[in-house]
């Protein structure tokens, strides 16, 4: 009998868990937060704040929707933050408006690709001083735009 009850305590104990977890995943879903799953996100911020490790320029278009913002580190201990949003623009046209600002800004560009036609892929990356911009574009699940993803990283 002692058994059943310890079993039977176990198992209302790893719902009660599972319940309140899914309730922060409810509620931050509800009410338009995002839920960080990657293992390297430290802090998720509010979709209409700027990450402070964002230069106060970055360009993002005036129809872009931001779906996700959050502070950020990688593996090997370097410190950023993550912006991520929906775009009508083509995956050129993203790359050309942070090629304009890394050179307008003396930034060195380290990578510039663009896949057009059915993948509508880009990558584009820059450094200046101690920090490294990455942008990686990928077309939405809907084929109804583009997926953007700028990151800035403390340099090695």
Same mark, same amino acid.
């Given at each position: 009998? #002692? #058994? ?25 879903? +509800? ?9 390297? %996100?430290? /802090? ?11 230069? +106060? ?13 959050? /502070? ?9 933050? $993550?912006?991520?949003y929906t775009s009508k623009l083509s995956p050129t046209e993203v790359v050309a408006n942070y090629k304009s600002f890394a050179y307008a ?14 993948? %509508? ?5 820059? $450094? #200046? ?19 953007? +993803?700028?990151?800035?990283?403390? /340099?090695?």
């Amino acid at each position: 009998m #002692k #058994k059943i009850c310890i079993i039977i305590s176990v198992l209302l104990l790893v719902s009660v868990i599972g319940n309140v977890l899914l309730y922060l995943k409810w509620n931050a879903f +509800k009410t338009g937060g995002a839920v960080a799953t990657n293992p390297y %996100s430290d /802090a998720v911020l509010a979709n209409d704040t700027l990450p402070s490790q964002f230069p +106060k320029d970055l360009p993002i278009e005036s129809e872009a929707v931001v779906t996700s913002t959050y /502070a950020t580190h990688t593996e090997d201990g370097r410190s950023g933050a $993550v912006r991520e949003y929906t775009s009508k623009l083509s995956p050129t046209e993203v790359v050309a408006n942070y090629k304009s600002f890394a050179y307008a800004n003396n930034w060195t560009v380290t990578i510039e690709n663009v896949e057009s036609g059915n993948s %509508s892929t880009g990558l584009f990356s820059a $450094v #200046k001083d101690n920090q490294t911009l990455e942008v990686s574009i990928a077309p939405l699940d809907t084929n109804q735009g583009l997926r953007v +993803k700028v990151t800035v990283l403390q /340099a090695y």
